[in-house]
């Protein structure tokens, strides 16, 4: 996730890693959904920025400290009910980055381009994170922030392409409420 700070309008990303250490309802690296996580940051009161709390895609005990505390949410929303992907569009343009799952099952030899719905199922399996999108190129797409690390797919992004429910990207689009 990625929110505004505190104090001022930077954005910086959020720690992911918080949320697999200390969510006990999902299951750390083996998984886990939005609407949980959400519920776990209202819990705690809050996220640390994945500087302070670094992703490290393996299971730790909890170290959040709430004096390190980058944001607070007071809920949640689905961007779309009906896998609008032009509602989508318009949360990520007017509201936030959104949490999406996806089928990534074949996600671990992407290196780079645009990903597209014939590529993969709808098999939700993987979380992530819809950060913008471009119309003008000769196949839109969607930029999506993976959590493996900056060395996987575009520097630790994907492109899935647009309009086609790519991976079922669609079907479980979320958005915090600040």
Known sequence: MIAKNLSNSEMKPLAPQQIVDCDQRDGGCNGGWPRTAYQYIMQAKGQDTEASYPYRAVNQACHFLPADVETTISNWKYAT?????????????TVAPLSICVDASKW???????????QCGTSMDHCVQIVGYDM???????????????????????????????????????TAVV
């Open 108 to 118: 671990q030899f992407y290196s780079g381009g645009v990903f597209t719905n014939t």
């Open 81 to 93: 009910t009906t896998k609008s992907e032009t509602q989508m569009q318009t949360a990520v343009a």
């Open 136 to 174: 003008t190129a000769s196949t839109p797409f969607w930029n999506v922030r993976n959590s493996w690390g900056g060395s996987w797919g575009e520097k630790g992004f994907i492109r899935l392409s647009y309009g086609h429910n790519t991976c079922g990207l669609a079907q479980e689009a979320t």
